[in-house]
């Protein structure tokens, strides 16, 4: 097997995909014993983001949703600031305000997550009108799933970034359900990315398992939108592998997903897949692969004592950061 | 100082400050043929790439405009009032939201210019005064002009303010005229109200569009020997209790006229202010002179009787007289 990709970029997949994996294996356990609230896992979807991000600069903006410990991870940021964070903690990347579903790191082009479905879609596309105004390079991609892609702020963006011809990413995670509701039952056409069609973009389906092919189709969308040629569409067919967040484990009882497909969508693990195909170009062996799985091990553990020992922010922060400077208490 | 008229001060305000800064630029539906008025010539000046005509989308292009303030452009964006609750989600939980949920990591100078037309036969979709909804949500600078100068001093400090603004244009304003500094220095800094006339027996406190009435009735009143401070607060986030608080410390009685629906509005919250920390200056019941808790009736005879008139602004004063 060959491919056209160097081996840092697929050995520094593999090393993201483990972190956010390890990462979150560590948030289960915590949540178990009781010293986090319920989050929203990624496990399953980890080659979506890290294939994007791979083929993006540390100068290009994302912006992520509920479900994103694997967007900033992906994108480069610290495990420790985002486990604090977890924590609620002031050594967290928003001093404990934002908390699992707000991880923004700014330095590193993460424009933040948003708790209401859809809503960061609009604000990415913006900084990409930004790119776009001042004449920059920087492309901006936008992560949402396929209860998200419904909403009126998905369409709004796309037609604006189309008409105006914007360096947008927008990539939609579908990882086939909304909480407890099959796409089938709510996208009236056949893929999400037949979508791109109404907005005159390209639309492409990936396979949202492969972090080689996640890569390849964000990287040409990047070439796109830097060279002026305007937003694509991307739908990533995925698989969540754990229910909608932790604590809401009983709803798998329920009807509306079999076992059995969960157990075939495991068989199609993103970091099975990656690891595969590095050991079969020869690129790496077995061996350095499960190395990398074991350093990042370590450094989720520093990252779960770092969290633990940072202290909860004081009452003095609780008017801080409302403006840009500082304003009377009403 | 040359006479304007408020509309103009708004579009000087916004000219100056594009002139100023290649950053700024001015986004909304129709903005190109200043449909709204405000924006008249600024297409001429400034082009394409700095006045962006939008599609119908306000929930996509006003957290466009959040986007863009976020990577550091200050974008300026025009709606109407009552527009502003379909694009209601990218206000709130993004524009107002961003900076605090990330720990003070996003800094967003955009501006939300709100035409706000009420009290011409428009009906319940066309006639919003919201602003005090606004107040409410925290993060947002609230800011309301009543007189020309006001409209071009507070646009400016609006557009190299870092923080997300709305603007309230008042419709009932825009035609009205006011001498208006030339001068591109010229600016009206926030949360500092301004005493539009002394008086030493009632406070009249005055929220945009209920300025004029509000001058007109302290001159009836003064006529009849009761001698009326109006104090235009002009910025209700931040806002100036200071001078509102000092004002009934002397005078001893407050009237606060407010075209918002009385309900939750900008007087109920600065009469909670001085009935909170200025309760024994009082030496008669506050009164609200704001507008009747009903959507606006597109009939004439009905819309006149909802908003605080100068007649209904005396007959508020009188009663802390009585
Ligand atoms: C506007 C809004 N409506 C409803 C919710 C509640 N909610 C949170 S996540 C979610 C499902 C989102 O599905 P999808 O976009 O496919 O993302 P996924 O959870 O599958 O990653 C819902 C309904 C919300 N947070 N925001
Ligand atoms: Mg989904």
Redesign the pocket.
């Known amino acids: 097997m060959t491919l056209n990709i160097e081996k840092d970029v697929l050995m520094l997949m593999l090393e993201r995909m483990w972190r956010i994996r390890h990462f979150e294996l560590k948030l289960t356990e915590m949540y178990g014993a009781g010293e986090i609230g319920g989050v929203?896992l990624y496990i399953g979807q980890e080659a979506v983001a890290v294939g994007a991000c791979a083929a993006m600069d540390d100068s290009d903006y994302i912006a992520g949703?509920?479900?994103s410990h694997g967007h900033p991870i992906a994108k480069g940021a610290n495990l420790k600031k985002a486990m604090a964070e977890i924590f609620g903690r002031i050594d967290g990347y928003c001093k404990g305000k934002g908390g699992s579903m707000h991880l923004a790191d700014f330095s590193v082009g993460i424009l933040g997550e948003s708790?209401?479905?859809?809503s960061s879609v609009p604000v990415a596309t913006g900084a990409a009108l930004a790119s776009k105004l001042e004449g920059k390079k920087f492309v901006s991609a936008v992560f949402?799933?396929?209860?998200?892609s419904n909403?009126g702020a998905c369409h709004e963006s796309m037609n604006l970034a189309s008409v105006w011809n914007l360096p947008t990413i927008f990539i939609c995670?579908n990882?086939q359900?909304?909480?407890t509701t099959s796409y089938r039952d709510t996208v009236a056409v056949e893929h999400i990315s037949d979508r791109a069609q109404a907005y005159n973009m390209p639309g492409v389906l990936v396979d949202g398992q492969d972090a080689i092919a996640m890569y390849e189709a964000t990287r040409e969308a990047v070439r796109r939108a830097r060279n002026g040629e305007g937003p694509t569409l991307i739908e990533a067919l995925t698989y969540?592998f754990e229910e909608?967040s932790l604590g809401l484990e009983k709803i798998r009882k329920s009807v509306y997903r079999e076992d059995k497909e969960i157990d075939e969508w495991r068989l199609r693990d993103p970091l099975e897949i990656l690891t595969k195909n590095i050991v079969d170009t020869g690129m790496a062996t077995q061996a350095e692969c499960d190395a990398v799985s074991t350093a990042v091990q370590v450094e989720v553990e520093e990252a779960a004592e770092f969290a633990r020992n940072s202290p909860f922010p004081d009452e003095s922060e609780l008017y801080k950061d409302m403006f840009s400077s500082e304003m009377p208490v009403v | 100082m040359t006479e304007k008229m408020f509309m103009q001060a708004l579009g000087m305000g916004i000219a100056e400050e594009m002139r100023a800064d290649p950053k700024v630029f001015l986004m909304g539906e129709d903005v190109r043929a200043s449909v709204y008025g405000a924006a008249a010539g600024l297409h001429d000046e400034f082009g394409d790439d700095r006045i962006l005509n939008t599609p119908l989308s306000e929930n996509g292009f006003f957290g466009a405009a959040v986007g863009a303030a976020a990577v550091g452009m200050r974008p300026v964006v025009e709606t109407l009032t009552s527009f502003m609750w379909v694009g209601m989600d990218q206000l709130v939980s993004q524009a107002a939201k961003m900076r605090y949920m990330f720990g003070g990591q996003a800094t967003l100078p955009v501006v939300y210019r709100a035409v706000m037309y009420y009290g011409g036969g428009s009906a319940a979709h066309h006639s919003d005064r919201s602003y005090p909804v606004f107040m409410n949500i925290g993060g947002l600078k609230v800011v309301t002009p009543g007189t020309p100068a006001d409209a071009k001093g507070l646009m400016k400090t609006a557009i190299r303010d870092d923080d997300p603004v709305i603007i309230f244009e008042d419709g009932t304003l825009l035609g009205t005229r006011g001498d208006v500094p030339d001068e591109p220095d010229f600016f009206v800094p926030f949360g500092v109200a301004n005493i539009l006339r002394e008086g030493t027996d009632v406070t009249l406190v005055a929220i945009a569009g209920s300025v004029p009435h509000a001058l007109a009735a302290a001159k009836e009143l003064a006529s009849e020997g009761v001698s009326v401070e109006v104090i235009d607060p002009r910025t209700l986030v931040p806002l100036d209790k200071e001078t509102i608080l000092s004002s009934v410390a002397k005078t001893g009685r407050l009237v606060v006229a407010d075209p918002a629906a009385k309900v939750c509005s900008a007087a109920s919250e600065i009469m909670s202010i001085v009935g909170e920390e200025a309760f024994w200056d009082l030496q008669a019941p506050m009164q609200k002179a704001a507008s009747k808790q009903v959507h606006i009736p597109f009939a004439q005879s009905l819309e006149k009787l909802v908003y605080p008139s100068k007649e209904g602004i005396a007959e508020s004063i009188r009663k802390t007289l009585d």
């Open positions: 929203h949703n509920h479900r708790g209401i479905v859809a949402f799933g396929d209860g998200a909403q995670e990882n359900y909304a909480v969540r909608h």
